[in-house]
């Protein structure tokens, strides 16, 4: 926030001593200049943004997907102690979840 700051109180001091000069090109090219910067950290600060929940969306994703994948084995492992009606049920079931997804 100083640096900020202090671009601020400059692209100021720039105006008042144009003025007093009668040379105004100094003063917009500092204001200019300083606005640039802040517009440019406030673009990057939203892109940090923007990455960060990128990356949790992502994690979250690949959360779901493993505890899905792990319901699924455990499923699987079930289906194979049922008799042949169950079995085919199970199936269904499960084909049923995978296109909810």
Do not use: K
Not at 10 to 22: C, F, H, K, P, Y
Not at 28 to 39: A, G, I, Y
Request: include cysteine.
């Amino acid at each position: 926030m100083c640096g900020l700051r202090s671009s601020v109180l400059r692209g100021d001091w720039g105006v008042r001593t144009a003025q007093l000069d009668g040379s105004h090109s100094r003063s917009t090219t500092t204001q200019q200049f300083n606005l640039q910067q802040r517009t440019r950290n406030q673009q990057q600060q939203q892109q940090q943004q923007q990455q960060q929940q990128q990356q949790q969306q992502q994690q979250q994703q690949q959360q779901q997907q493993e505890e899905q994948y792990q319901d699924q084995e455990e499923q699987q492992q079930q289906y194979r102690f049922l008799p042949p009606q169950q079995q085919q049920q199970q199936q269904q079931q499960q084909q049923q979840q995978q296109q909810q997804l």
